[in-house]
């Protein structure tokens, strides 16, 4: 045959070489007493030449590895054991070439050198290696392994694998089946930097043992890594000190910390602080102390600039005074002097403002109108019972507050036969004339209130200047008797408990109560429930409180937040910060905060309700600061916020009513969710901030809520 010709057929035909060794590698491995004929039922074709590898390596073996010699090397773990060690190895441990990690190209030059060369077109089946497989002597069962030995038994091939054992712990037993058996030497390696290894054949294995890490030198930390090794970590004798030459002792380990030689070595400006207050003085780390002439130059000229070493930079102003009385003496630092007419305007519309250089300055020529005025003071008359002050640059003499306030006797009203009338100082120091009374002693008059009680229980009896009084009781619920009660109305019964007529609503259909709650504040004795209101004021004397003020809805009283001395909610613990528009130090010492809360309201079932109130609002108008709002709280739930002072969400004002401090009626829906239950009504007040405190505060008023039902 051709060998060139064999070689390209060969070449061609190398996957199928391949394919066919894998296949007769199976059956080597199948164990003894497996014939040929045994590979023959399995494998569809046998007519393919075994080419086998050259091992490439039979040096020490890794623990575990395969040599890629086709042959599974037991692990380290049990070689060194001396009882499993070295127990040998049979050609049934090997595996086929196929799985070796040798390199592919070195099988295929090993392969391509025992392939005999064929002609062109020749059939290279017929020179391939076929195993035996019928046989009349043990001669002719060579299957050309050297890991089998082969035998005839009844004209047939049997082929058993050799056992491979050298009785030693430091070796691996394997087998080969070009060479037959070899023992590499048992690997030790343990994966860890840190220890020594090696096999000892009396200790019967692997021995393992640490290194050392110490290096002799007491200026490092020896430590070691299972897979870095040794490590050497050097002490840190840095002092944070630029002006030293930081080392270690390796003979101690201590530290040393020598001073450079470098005068003007430093760390800190405040080293180098030269005592001259013309320089600046800072020190430049690893350059030294740096002395800077200090600039004295302001940018005005209407200063001489200087500096003093001792005392720093000096100013002396510059003297633009012209010697005139009318003219204003300033100085522009860009510009010089400058000497402009003065103004001589004073303020007051009650004088004629000029300026005379021969009077020496301004006058304020009074215009001649004697109730012209700027101040209270120019505005006090000799009447004491008058309140007098200045209103508009015009005086305004008001009447006392005091209605008892006099200034001779015949100012003094209620005059009766009961009283004899002086009028006198109210307390030795005082300046205010007032009323006084005494009892004449006549028959019929008294001295106090209870000398005036009668049998009527709807009349207020006083005792007025020694005369007795009997004004209608202010409350229409007041009763002598339960007769006094009747209503005519099918959903009440009344009667008269202690003096007043207590109403008790009927379960009737169609009858409920319109108006479950009022508050107009000025008395106890109208139905309100001002009385039983709780409050929460941590910043008093600031807070809710009942106070007329300078305004109320009703009568004389309403609901207010704010200080009642001041007449504003300004912080009086914290006067600086609070007195300004802008600039508070200090908002938490400013804010101020407080709530009030009204007594159980037991709201009627089936229908919803309103809260209807009056509200005189002197504050910040927006809704970002001095909040001013509404909540409804009912057993069990959260607080709901019905109502609240804002700008653009919840507008303050609407449209027709954009001023402040003016009176403005307020509804707010109660949740469908209190329908029938008993609720409380909290109103709030929080400043945030202590800015723009100085208006008077909050007045709320004829607080009611009323049903959608009938009234009775």
């Given amino acids: 045959m051709n060998p060139m010709l064999f070689r390209e057929t060969f070449m061609q035909r190398l996957p199928l070489v391949l394919c066919t060794i894998g296949c007769l590698v199976l059956w080597a491995c199948g164990g003894n007493g497996v014939g040929p004929d045994d590979i023959t039922a399995d494998t569809p074709d046998q007519g393919t030449d075994v080419v086998p590898d050259v091992p490439t390596d039979l040096g020490e073996t890794d623990e575990g590895s395969d040599p890629g010699i086709g042959t599974d090397i037991p692990d380290t773990e049990t070689v060194a054991d001396p009882g499993s060690a070295d127990e040998g190895v049979t050609g049934e441990d090997i595996p086929d070439s196929s799985d070796s990690s040798d390199n592919g190209d070195s ?333 004449t002693g006549v028959v019929g008059c008294c001295t106090e209130d209870e000398h005036c009680v009668d049998t009527d229980s709807c009349t207020v009896d006083v005792c007025v200047n020694y005369g007795c009084v009997h004004n209608p009781h202010p409350d229409p619920n007041c009763c002598n008797t339960t007769e006094d009660c009747e209503d005519n109305n099918l959903c009440t019964t009344r009667e008269c408990v202690d003096a007043i007529c207590e109403t008790t609503w009927l379960d009737t259909p169609g009858c409920c109560n319109s108006q479950p709650f009022l508050a107009t504040f000025d008395t106890t004795l109208l139905g309100d429930f001002f009385g039983d209101f709780s409050y929460d004021n941590p910043n008093d004397p600031v807070g809710w409180s009942i106070f007329g003020g300078e305004a109320s809805s009703s009568a004389t009283l309403a609901l207010y937040f704010g200080d009642p001395l001041t007449l504003d909610f300004a912080n009086p613990d914290a006067p600086a910060c609070c007195t300004t528009f802008f600039g508070c130090a200090n908002d938490e010492l400013c804010q101020v905060t407080g709530s009030v809360t009204t007594p159980y309201i037991l709201l009627p079932p089936g229908v919803s309700s309103t809260l209807h109130f009056q509200a005189f609002v002197d504050t910040d108008p927006g809704g970002s600061y001095d909040k001013l709002w509404i909540e409804v709280l009912a057993d069990g739930v959260e607080p709901v916020v019905i109502w609240e002072k804002g700008f653009a969400t919840l507008p303050w004002f609407p449209a027709s009513e954009t001023q402040m401090a003016v009176w403005v009626d307020k509804t707010a829906d109660l949740p469908a969710s209190t329908i029938g239950t008993q609720v409380q009504i909290r109103f709030n007040f929080d400043s945030i901030d202590g800015e723009n405190n100085l208006g008077e505060g909050v007045y709320l008023d004829n607080i009611k809520i009323l049903s959608a039902c009938i009234s009775p």
């Fill in 107 to 439: 099988e295929v030059s090993d392969i391509a050198e025992d392939v005999p060369d064929v002609e062109d077109g020749q059939d290279v089946e017929e020179d391939i290696f076929e195993i035996p497989t019928s046989c009349t002597v043990d001669e002719d069962c060579d299957d050309k392994n050297a890991c089998t030995t082969g035998t005839c038994t009844d004209e047939s091939c049997v082929y058993d694998a050799i056992y491979c054992a050298d009785a030693e712990v430091c070796t691996v037993d394997t087998c080969h089946h070009l060479t037959g058996c070899y023992y590499p030497n048992l690997s030790c390696d343990d994966n860890d930097e840190c220890t020594e290894e090696h096999c000892d054949e009396a200790a019967g294995g692997c021995l393992y043992a640490d290194i050392s890490c110490d290096d002799d030198s007491a200026c490092t930390t020896d430590s070691c890594h299972k897979f870095l090794g040794c490590q050497h970590v050097s002490t840190n004798c840095d002092d944070n000190n630029v002006c030293t030459i930081d080392s270690c002792n390796p003979a101690t380990g201590g530290c040393i910390n020598t001073q450079v030689a470098d005068p003007d070595c430093c760390n800190t400006d405040n080293e180098c602080q030269d005592g001259n207050e013309c320089t600046l003085d800072t020190c430049v780390l690893g350059s030294g102390c740096v002395h800077i002439s200090q600039s004295c130059a302001d940018g005005s000229i209407c200063t001489l600039d200087s500096c003093h070493p001792l005392i720093g930079c000096e100013y002396e102003q510059l003297d633009c005074d012209d010697g005139l009385s009318c003219t204003a003496d300033t100085c522009d630092a860009l510009q010089g002097c400058h000497n402009s007419v003065q103004s001589c305007d004073d303020n007051s519309p009650c004088t004629d403002d000029f300026c005379s250089e021969a009077e020496g300055g301004c006058v304020f020529a009074d215009l001649g109108d004697p109730n012209c005025c700027v101040a209270d003071s120019e505005c006090v008359d000799a009447d004491a019972c008058t309140i007098d002050s200045c209103i508009d640059n015009q005086c305004n003499h008001a009447p006392h507050a005091d209605p008892l306030c006099c200034n001779t006797v015949d100012d003094c009203p209620d005059v009766s036969d009961c009283t004899i009338v002086t009028c006198s100082l109210t307390v030795p120091e005082s300046t205010d004339f007032s009323c006084s009374y005494t009892p």
